[in-house]
């Protein structure tokens, strides 16, 4: 089964490979940024609007 990509803050979430080597990446200040964890990506886009920072 293929998960869809998620929308977050209008932002879209995208996971790339299955089990564990799934990868989860967005497209944050028109660079690409990714994670092993779903929410570590929201958190990252949560920084990124609330606070204007930029992720690492």
Do not use: C, Q
Not at 17 to 29: C, D, P, S, W
Request: charged share 35%; net charge neutral.
């Amino acid at each position: 089964m293929i998960k869809p990509n998620t929308l977050y803050r209008k932002h879209t979430i995208e996971r790339v490979g299955h089990g564990k080597k799934a990868v989860f990446r967005t497209i944050i200040n028109d660079k690409e940024w990714s994670a092993l964890t779903e929410s570590e990506v929201k958190r990252t886009i949560d920084a990124w609007i609330d606070e204007g920072v930029e992720p690492e």
